[in-house]
């Protein structure tokens, strides 16, 4: 039988709760981008457009694409959103 | 006619006629056969056309038998079993009975060989879904189901005109490719548009869809918009339109995506979004580029529907499924968001995960026949799903800042719904073939070459890393408790301000007109009311003796107008 939420233990805390290790897979995305980078470089590319041939065409675009998306939507916000009750006065 | 000559869609049909009958272990173990019956039912199916029916000199083909009938048949069949696990949890039967007869009206639209079948189940899949929508039990729910209802009956009434304009231009009504220029050609195709969420039509998927019950989102994902990417595969295939219509619907609900809050509605923007891919498919054309839609639609339907299903546990158990609330849940559920990771890798197209064996089809299809900006978009919108279906939807809801929120795991029917999506999700990654196989045309497509996985996880790494340090860095914007205006605003505010200023103005221009004319109306109202009144002239009555001497007067002003003629 489990004791009510008030009465137990606090919680351990679990690998994710500390900053360290977040700051670990922060980094470790990092790293594994530079690692694709340099894969390509061993690679014999068969690709479909021109554009495919750049040097980290995909991982550049992505990121530039991502951070537009971003940035865009948050401008986005400010024109569309609206308080939650929005429709039930109109 | 034997079994074999029936829709498969009827197996269904029938037997959610007959699950609110049973209780309890039976009810339950019925929830489970009768798709596992319409498998069986399917397995029998023959090449062919079957079950005609002769109407109005017209002859009907409830189920035509080919490779994208089957196709379709395999997958909502599959979604149904899926779907109905998920649901064993209820006691009402109302929502399994109601997902049932809706997926089986998906079902018998998929193999309806003539218009009018397919009018029939097209308009059965809005009676029978709208009943899902309801089943969210709120006011808004109710509302957004009008709302749903209305759309999808206006797209049922166009294919009915189409259909009967086609008949009259070509005295058939067969269900075959019809392109823009045939009579009828854009009645059908608004009609499959406005079920297909095409952009500006768009609006009822991200409007009902959130608003249903945990289980009826998970019926709802699956089946409505693929059987609207089926009707236009097989009556708008190198349609050109199609491709930048598939283009904006890839690109412009991830926009709206990131800024969501409400985390089911962030799936039905990238419903939409993945539903662009397939439309691209379907316009360029080409046996590659279709046999990417129908794999995309196959893969689609399960990943969206794990995905829909681990935020339907999420509301299930903690009572919310927005961004804001929630965080931290993986101590609580931690199958549950194994099973949503597995979901959203797969939708991103990692490789080893089915999205990428299937999306990469539409991709290279774009890419090979020089559809540069359409490719470019398509790249862009791969990049944009994994931003917010791959990370933002995990990470809102089970990483992030912990809310505090501490639930039990989701029930066991719902994690053995899940888990058979998920190994649906590894195993058609792991092993494409058995997809390619069943798909319409030949396939000789190998998604696997080193450069094109590179590509694919450069992609998805460093959109990785653009969320990381957008997160790092807080520009992200964060979850906020509101909600976001999109094209129905035209015609829920916009519309309904037009139509109450119209009303007002024409009510004060009566006063004002009655105003004017008063005085000299007053009068002549009088006049008329005095002779209408209970002794008015007109009104009362008058005995019998006064009306014998009228008629005898007239017939003397008769006979003498009669004489003065001659």
Redesign the interface.
């Known amino acids: 039988m489990k004791k009510p939420?008030n009465q137990r233990q606090p919680?351990p805390k679990?690998w994710?709760?500390h900053p360290r290790n977040v700051r670990k897979?922060?980094f470790s995305?990092?790293i594994?981008?530079v690692i694709?980078?340099l894969?390509?470089l061993l690679?014999?590319?068969?690709?479909?457009?021109a554009?495919?041939h750049w040097f980290?065409?995909?991982?550049?675009?992505?990121?530039i694409?991502?951070?537009a998306?971003?940035?865009?939507?948050?401008l986005?916000?400010r024109v569309?959103?609206?308080?939650?009750d929005?429709?039930d006065h109109? | 006619m034997t079994i074999a000559e029936l829709s498969p869609g009827l197996t269904l049909i029938v037997g959610s006629l007959l699950l609110p009958l049973l209780r309890g272990k039976a009810r339950s173990a019925y929830m489970v056969l009768l798709p596992l019956l319409g498998l069986v039912h399917l397995s029998m199916l023959a090449t062919g056309e079957f079950g005609v029916v002769d109407f109005i000199g017209q002859r009907l083909v409830t189920l035509r038998v080919d490779r994208w009938s089957m196709l379709f048949g395999w997958i909502f069949m599959i979604a149904a079993l899926i779907s109905a696990i998920y649901a064993l949890h209820l006691r009402s039967p109302l929502q399994a009975s109601a997902g049932f007869a809706y997926a089986g009206s998906a079902i018998g639209a998929v193999f309806a060989g003539d218009l009018i079948t397919l009018f029939i189940f097209w308009e059965l899949t809005a009676v029978t879904s709208v009943l899902l929508v309801w089943a969210g039990g709120t006011v808004s729910a109710y509302r957004a189901g009008m709302r749903y209802f209305i759309v999808q009956i206006t797209s049922g009434m166009l294919l009915f005109f189409g259909a009967v304009i086609q008949y009259k231009a070509t005295g058939s009504l067969a269900f075959e490719h019809i392109g823009l220029d045939a009579p009828g050609g854009w009645l059908f195709f608004i009609a499959f548009g406005i079920k297909c969420a095409f952009p500006f039509m768009h609006t009822w998927l991200q409007d009902a869809y959130p608003e249903a019950s945990e289980v009826g989102t998970v019926f709802l994902s699956a089946f409505t918009t693929k059987l609207a990417v089926y009707a236009l595969a097989r009556g708008f295939a190198g349609t050109d339109l199609l491709i930048p219509i598939g283009a904006i619907m890839t690109a412009f609900p991830i926009f709206f995506a990131v800024i969501e809050n409400d985390l089911r509605k962030v799936l039905a923007y990238s419903l939409n979004n993945q539903l662009g891919f397939m439309v691209v498919g379907i316009g360029i054309g080409t046996e590659l580029s279709l046999n990417g839609t129908a794999a995309h639609a196959f893969t689609h339907i399960i990943y969206k529907a794990l995905l829909f299903m681990s935020m339907g546990a999420v509301l299930y158990r903690v009572g919310t499924a927005k961004g804001s609330e929630l965080g931290g849940l993986y101590k609580s559920m931690p199958l549950t968001t194994v099973f949503c990771i597995i979901g959203a890798a797969s939708i991103s197209g990692f490789p080893l995960f089915s999205g990428f064996v299937s999306k990469s089809m539409i991709l290279s299809a774009a890419g090979q026949g020089a559809y540069l900006m359409t490719w470019v978009t398509l790249l862009f919108a791969s990049a944009g799903v994994f931003h917010h279906s791959g990370i933002k939807i995990p990470y809102f809801a089970f990483f992030g800042h912990d809310s505090g929120k501490r639930c039990k795991e989701a029930p066991v029917n719902m994690l053995i719904a899940m888990g058979i999506a998920a190994i649906l999700c590894v195993g058609i990654g792991v092993m494409p073939a058995p997809l390619y196989a069943i798909l319409p045309y030949p396939v000789a497509y190998e998604p696997y070459t080193a450069s094109h996985v590179l590509g694919q996880l450069q992609l998805l790494m460093f959109s990785a890393l653009a969320f990381s340090i957008l997160m790092w860095t807080h520009v992200y914007p964060p979850e906020l408790r509101a909600i976001n205006l999109d094209f129905d605003w035209f015609w829920r505010v916009a519309l309904a301000s037009v139509w109450r200023l119209g009303t007002s103005f024409w009510l004060s221009l009566r006063s004002a007109t009655a105003r004017v004319l008063g005085a000299r109306c007053a009068d002549c109202f009088t006049l008329i009311s005095r002779h209408r009144q209970a002794d008015g002239l007109l009104i009362r009555s008058w005995p019998t003796r006064s009306m014998a001497m009228w008629v005898m007067v007239m017939l003397l002003a008769y006979l003498l107008v009669y004489y003065l003629g001659r």
């Open positions: 939420i919680e679990r994710l709760d897979i922060y995305v990092w594994g981008c694709l980078l894969l390509e690679i014999d590319k068969h690709v479909e457009t554009a495919e980290g065409f995909h991982g550049f675009f992505g990121l694409a991502c951070v998306l971003v940035l865009a939507a948050k986005l916000r569309i959103s609206r308080p939650e929005y429709y109109r």
